[in-house]
């Protein structure tokens, strides 16, 4: 499974961004995806996941009701909506797919992901 990530850039504080990751190979409906985010100095940490079907969602509590995790099966694609950005939520952005997930469980830690992406710089100016 192959992800590439994009959408990422420089953004005033309260502005939004859309990060889009597109994947090959693999069977992307029986696959979990995640967004997670490192700051410099910081460990990786979870944004939000989504479960195959998009029927299960999670979010960190520092991203809830501000970003919105979604996926379109028929293009392999995940998106996540960022609006009122904050400077802490600068960060290098990847997207990871966990491929032996359970149906309705969604990506909560990184220890599910099998695969990543790159990574998409998202920075938030004060």
């Known amino acids: 499974v192959q992800l590439q990530a994009c959408g990422g850039g420089l953004v005033q504080a309260g502005g939004s961004l859309r990060l889009s990751c597109a994947t090959s190979?693999?069977?992307?409906?029986?696959?979990?995806m995640g967004w997670f985010r490192q700051a410099p100095g910081q460990e990786r940490e979870i944004v939000a996941g989504?479960?195959?079907?998009?029927?299960?969602?999670h979010y960190a509590d520092s991203v809830k009701g501000r970003f919105t995790i979604s996926r379109d099966n028929a293009k392999k694609m995940v998106y996540l909506q960022m609006n009122s950005l904050k400077p802490e939520d600068t960060a290098v952005y990847y997207c990871?797919?966990?491929?032996?997930?359970?149906?309705?469980?969604?990506?909560?830690?990184?220890?599910?992901?099998?695969?990543w992406g790159q990574g998409t710089l998202v920075t938030v100016s004060s």
């Open positions: 989504i479960s195959r079907s998009g029927g299960g969602l």
């Open positions: 990871g797919a966990d491929v032996n997930a359970i149906l309705m469980v969604p990506v909560v830690y990184s220890r599910q992901i099998d695969y």
């Open positions: 190979g693999g069977t992307f409906s029986r696959i979990a």
